[in-house]
């Protein structure tokens, strides 16, 4: 047992993790409840657990919770709730882009690292910031306009 | 549980999940209302009213992902007279919801939704005459409007007053008028979904996040080699790790712990000896496999005389299309939870099938029907019979082994490796034209896996590992269907070959059959044209006699400003058509594509895509374009990409490196023309608009490069093996 303390979405966690090389995505879903992030491959392959380390997409499939310490995680779950949702999401929402919507949480964080570091990306730059993330119902067009539609460049 | 309010609110979404729960559990369980019905020919079997005058609707058909959540409650407020703000929809609960057959081949508005929408003019009616005794006003005098009964004159009498938490007691009324559709209100309109705001947030509950009190982690642990014998197991080897049990039930390998990682890690770090495979084909091999059959040939269509016909044509030509094995691929690998205890059962599952499986489920546990409750909760897309009634019987087992709650998620290598596959297709076309460039003569032959007649459910991995018996069979859906040319064809003979097994064990998968089946037709009418020196759109004109399918085809075609000529075109940009009347009586559907190939890398890409869409009465125009847009792009993956690579052991391609997926950078831009007809009852939307995609892509590389694709997928080593 290791004791581990990650600072997710603002709040320090002190946590026990049986060991130190789990992931940090099972960390996340298990032991602190935010199932927002969602096992699709666990090889980083398909970007349905991403979230963001110190404001870049990572997968957090990959990334063994103990690494992610003094690091800062944000979670879809950070970004609003289906109540009060954020900007990003609420372009989401605008757009009904989500069928299934397993991949969406996912989606929306590898957005939201596009958008800090490009607020105002074409509809080829979203498409390649999103290359790493695999919807299986079909909805990138949805996807690809609600991020331009948060970003204004629809 | 499983009960899912959701009120639309001024414009905002706002979802409520209301999970009641038991003292002992947060497991999501309600208990059944006492005398509640499921007859599905008593109204009370769907629909509940409150004593708030709130309704509950009580669906067999479930939400996928599909947007049944929204559009069938949008059909019964139709009747009801209010929005949907009222409406609460439960689904897919054995104790809770009627049969209505599993959610599948397009019948969630189609049968599901409609008869939904007559339970509801029923209780329309009900509640009239109840209000009409109670205000001793004419029945003519009064309407039902926003959750009241409203006389003339202004008396009013709230639902909720009228009949709220008793029973309405009377039987489904086939004859109950339904609203004429130019008074709909809500039929039609483009209603968001409930679901995709906590979807959105990250909050919606699958069924990957469920947690029940007790529940332990369990995973299995499949063979090196399908149909390998489990020979020995070497239990010292997830010692270390602590905690873990390990359940062995003959061949079935699995290990169980108080957490999923424990759970997952001891999974691959458990050392076992199997015996050798009982062999399979590879994926090399199926075509020739198929083709060996021995075959059952069954004549599904004959007119007039193909084979004369062809024997005497000077213009006659024949071609063979290939269809592989393709996975579900569903992004989420299947995922359940069974709490298996004291000869009862309750299982938490992505079933589109919950009340077949109960069935199930009983049968493979010894249990009693009535001890055995399923409840649905959103898994990961699916588009057919995925793994997810494999993963529940994997969670039964483990958890009547352990005697508490288990939830098994299947890893990647789990889902591409062992979910039931969309079956080959191998077929065989010859046509011929006449003089006057009309398809004179057509002959389709098609060798394809046969379905097995009133097979209760597909035969499950974990049940035939632990030898319990089940029917053997396969199942694949409608395989057969829209082998046939959608045109006039004087002579025409459509052959099956039918095979009494298949490569690997196979199941449904979105629209079963008729995306190869029109993938070969479409393509072949393009061979045909192209013989006859015509243009594709012009000459599929010529021949279709149904004014349905003229209007889609040349609304397709004018989504993407299309210029005639014979096919090949100059170079540059091509363009394709194709289109299908799906199972010859349901939605018509074309599509037009532009795509261009880079000979070089023999990649294709797909510029635009048009597809106009008849599926008679629309309920939520949003919804349907959705699954326009997931059946195209979910096509385009399996044409361009995808294809089960199978040793003679095992399945080789176990992540989306070897089973890649469309990506972002191969979307193209996507135009839908919806043809409402909304005095037509629906006909469904989930399925038909797939069936066009790949032969409108081949048409459009045939129109752009002058090469003729026939073998799925249209990878870039097959493209520039056609420039030859």
Redesign the interface.
Known sequence: MARITLTVNDRERALDVRDPGEPLLFVLRNQLGLTGAKYGCGVGQCGACTVLVDGEAVRSCLVPAGSAAGRAVTTVEHLGTAERPGPLQRAFIEQQAAQCGYCVPGMVMSAAALLRRNPRPTGDEVKRALDGNLCRCGTHQRIIDAVLLAAGTR | MNRREFVFSGGA???AFTWRRPAAAQAPTEAAPAGRTLATDEVDAFLAIGADGRVTIYSGKVD???GLRVAIPQMAAEELGCGVERIAFVEGDTALTPDQGPTAGSTGIMRGGVQIRQAAATAREALLDLAAARLARPRAELALVDGEVRATGGASLGIGELVGGRRLGVKLDPKAPLTNPARFRVIGKPL??P????????????V??VVVAGMLHGAVVRPPAVGAKLVEVDEASVAAI?GVRVVRIRDFLGVVAA????AM?AARALKARWSDGTGLVGDAGVRAWMKKGPPVDETLVKRGDAAAALAGAAKRIAAEYYWPMHS??????SCAIADIREGEATIWSASQATHRFRGTIARLLGLARENVRVIYV??????GMNGHDDAAADAALLSRAVGKPVRV?W??EDELGWDPKGPPQLLALEGAVDDDGRIAAWRTRMWIPRATANLPSMPLLGPQAAGIEQVPGLSTGLISQNGNPPYAVANQEVVVHWLADAPLRPSNLRAPGKIANGFAVESFTDELAAVARQDALAFRLAGLGDPRGIEVVKRAAALIDWQARPSPGPGGVGRGIAYLHYKNNETYVAIAMEAEVDRRSGAIRVRRVGCAHDCGLVINP?GVR?QI??????TL?RALFEEVKFDRARVTSV???SYP?????D?P??AIDLVLRQHAPPLGAGEAAATPVAAALANAVYDAAGIRLRDVPFTRERVRAAFG
């Open positions: 979404l706002v979802v996928l992902g599909q968001p979904r679901d995709v705001a906590a979807k959105v947030a990250g909050t919606h509950r699958f990957h996040d602590g957490a999923e990682w424990d890690r579900h691929a569903s992004l989420g690998p959103d898994g990961a897309g699916c588009y998620q890893t990647r949003d959705a847009e997931g059946s195209i792009l979910q993956s992540d989306f490196a997926l469309l990506r972002f950078p979307v831009r996507i």
